[in-house]
């Protein structure tokens, strides 16, 4: 299988030693472009890894990408790299695809010359899935699938089965559709999904005030929090917040304020920390969640969905 992976920040910088852990018996070639890395070859574990300095744009994504074939892999682990166009290109070349995040090209996130509903993350998922009925009988393509958004959908479940056991007792079953996750979720009579996530690190170094420390990933960080604040939006809520959109106005499971994430905070709660202050930032999985655990046909109130 041969490896290219795109970005090499800290989430790809970390994501490497994993994959050759864990994959090395099945590589037989990596590759890796990024703009900032140095042009070389190196060999780890026994297998080559091919450092390519490049940026992808619309104008040389196409050309660098070439190599594409049935047996390759692409892990797209870059910020302002379109995820659509290179899910096209995959399809194409019969490649596997996999990204965190549903990435535009660079600039649209702040782009005022775009509407603003157009810059979310839920426009972005809903060209995404208008994408998979476009593409039938192709190679796979895992979409916003790492630790958060990605990992935290199947946490989400787990937890759904856990709460069944605790309420209900033992039961085997687990749901296979939407429509009975759904089903689950409203007999266990859940209205909030809560996902938080506290940064825990230290350093050595007392931050100045006014300071924001950021441990991951420091341009999508920016990307997301200049998008507009998005949510799930339960029928139970009666009442919007102030300069809160329906993104669907027909099918209203979620919304988007007129402000960036970084703007907005809020109380909010983790197990280890307890409660805090944070920000209302854009992720996929407030999004997918919530189409998840949604049913026009769930039960005869709808109102408790």
Not at 19 to 25: G, N
Not at 110 to 116: A, G, Q, V, Y
Not at 158 to 169: E, F, K, T
Request: some cysteine.
């Amino acid at each position: 299988m041969k490896m290219i992976i795109i970005g090499y920040g800290a989430v790809s910088s970390a994501f490497l030693p994993i994959l050759i852990s864990e994959l090395k018996e099945e590589i037989t070639s990596l590759k890796i472009i990024a703009p900032h890395i140095e042009n070389k070859c190196t060999i780890e574990h026994g297998i080559t890894i091919n450092w390519h300095t490049e940026t992808l744009t619309r104008e040389n994504y196409k050309s660098t990408l070439n190599d594409l074939d049935e047996q390759t892999f692409l892990v797209n682990l870059s910020v302002d790299v379109a995820s659509l166009q290179l899910i096209s290109l995959c399809h194409e070349a019969g490649a596997l695809y996999l990204d965190t995040c549903i990435e535009p090209w660079a600039g649209q996130y702040t782009d005022s010359r775009i509407d603003l509903q157009h810059r979310t993350n839920y426009s972005l998922r809903d060209r995404a899935l208008a994408k998979k009925r476009l593409l039938r009988d192709g190679p796979t393509a895992v979409i916003a699938h790492g630790a958060n958004p990605g990992l935290v959908s199947h946490f989400v479940k787990q937890a759904l089965l856990n709460l069944r056991h605790d309420v209900y007792g033992t039961s085997d079953y687990i749901p296979a559709t939407r429509q009975e996750w759904a089903r689950l979720a409203w007999q266990l009579n859940i209205k909030t999904i809560h996902i938080a996530e506290h940064d825990t690190q230290t350093a050595n170094i007392a931050k100045e005030p006014g300071e924001f420390i950021n441990t991951w990933s420091v341009d999508g960080f920016i990307g997301e929090g200049c998008q507009p604040s998005e949510l799930g939006w339960g029928t139970h809520e009666l009442t919007l917040p102030i300069g809160a959109c329906f993104h669907a106005p027909a099918y209203r499971k979620s919304i988007y304020l007129n402000r960036p994430g970084a703007s907005v905070r809020l109380k909010t709660w983790t197990p280890a920390c307890g409660p805090c202050l944070g920000f209302l930032i854009t992720h996929n999985e407030s999004i997918s969640l919530g189409n998840l655990r949604t049913s026009l046909q769930l039960c005869e109130n709808p109102r408790n969905t």
